[in-house]
């Protein structure tokens, strides 16, 4: 096992490499435990030099509702009235504290992503 920090993207490239040959390793192994700490390397790497933004709220509703197989009837049935639900989704009304809070408890949404302007 020969490790070491990734720092530049030729780092990252071998890492890559590496990675696609050991990685059907078994648990407990040598070769298991090297691909445990690259994947981890591997994964810092990414998160520092490719950032992957939180999705926009209203585009964060529309994809749950249709995960859920929700309709505009379903998110007034959390939100209060029908209209109120367009105009979300419309996006001509923002959402209140109240709404973030029941879509949250509803559509299992992060507060992060919901707390967003838009």
């Known amino acids: 096992m020969n490790i070491k920090p990734i720092k530049t993207e030729n780092d990252y490239n071998q890492a890559l490499e590496r990675l696609e040959i050991i990685f059907d390793a078994k ?5 298991g435990d090297e691909l445990e700490v690259l994947g981890i390397l591997i994964d810092q790497y990414e998160n520092e030099n490719f950032p992957i933004g939180l999705p926009d709220p209203i585009e964060a509703i529309k994809f749950r509702m249709e ?4 309709n ?3 998110l007034a049935n959390i939100i209060g009235l029908k ?6 989704l419309n996006r001509k009304r923002k959402l209140s504290l109240d709404m973030i809070r ?3 408890e509803s559509l299992h949404i992060p507060t992060d992503v919901l707390i967003q302007s838009y």
Do not use: K
Request: zero cysteines.
């Open 27 to 31: 648990l407990n192994s040598p070769e």
């Open 72 to 74: 505009q009837t379903d």
């Open 83 to 88: 209209s109120r639900a367009s105009e979300i």
């Open 67 to 70: 995960q859920m197989g929700y």
């Open 102 to 104: 029941q879509l949250h």
